[in-house]
């Protein structure tokens, strides 16, 4: 079965980086490079001149002019369905849940591997999302001592099921869903359907959202 194809824009202003990065996008047989740009503004102008068809854009957060925190808030707030997956040298744990808490789909270090790299993209565009075991940790290390904890779901119009809480929590360990489903012997579909329930329910974008939701809500005591 032929995957379909990913329409993928790359903002980086290092020079060699950028275009060793391109080599291997080009060379993916699904990934279809429509941009390779120097800095968000220039993206920007791109994007607004030639009404540019991305799915993902790869961006860096030091850039001159206007850097990668600045850059993923435009693209929220005016494209918000370019699905954006930071690839940077910092790993700081407040600057991985801020940018998340805007909206990024995935955050990777610059260090990461080829098949990772592969694997975020394919998965940004299939789900929406990529958080690999570094960006789950600092999600529930950051927002465990940064949101006001409250005791319980009392005062919000919500109700979770036990098998959802099981869900949550499960979630919250880093288990995907075939893990999920092997864990409470259920079909896959069934974890996905909760799932989107407690998507729906925490009002939030993505998993990220719902590790928050969990931590603010005492649903889930993070070990770390």
């Not at 993902?56 to 707030?77: F, H, R, S, T």
């Not at 369905?81 to 789909?105: F, N, R, Y």
Request: net charge neutral; charged share 20%; aromatic share 6%.
């Amino acid at each position: 079965m032929r995957m379909s194809q990913i329409n993928i824009a790359i903002v980086d202003d290092q020079n060699l980086f950028r275009q060793s990065l391109a080599l291997l996008i080009n060379s993916i047989e699904n990934f279809s490079l429509v941009a390779e740009c120097s800095g968000g503004q220039v993206f920007i102008n791109a994007l607004n001149k030639f009404n540019m068809a991305v799915d993902v854009a790869i961006i860096d957060m030091d850039m001159p002019g206007m850097n990668g925190i600045e850059l993923n808030k435009y693209l929220q707030a005016n494209y918000p369905k370019i699905k954006v997956i930071v690839l940077t040298v910092h790993a700081s744990e407040t600057l991985i849940t801020q940018m998340i808490g805007c909206g990024a789909s995935g955050y990777l270090a610059k260090n990461c591997d080829r098949d990772e790299l592969l694997l975020a993209v394919n998965t940004v565009h299939k789900t929406g999302f990529y958080f690999n075991a570094e960006v789950i940790k600092a999600l529930r290390t950051t927002a465990g001592h940064r949101l006001p904890v409250q005791d319980n779901l009392n005062g919000l119009r919500v109700s979770l099921s036990k098998r959802e809480r099981q869900i949550l929590t499960l979630i919250c360990q880093e288990f995907n869903n075939a893990e999920i489903a092997t864990e409470l012997n259920v079909s896959i579909r069934t974890v996905e359907g909760h799932k989107k329930s407690l998507i729906d329910k925490a009002n939030c974008r993505n998993i990220a959202g719902l590790v928050l939701f969990a931590l603010k809500y005492r649903l889930f005591e993070s070990p770390l």
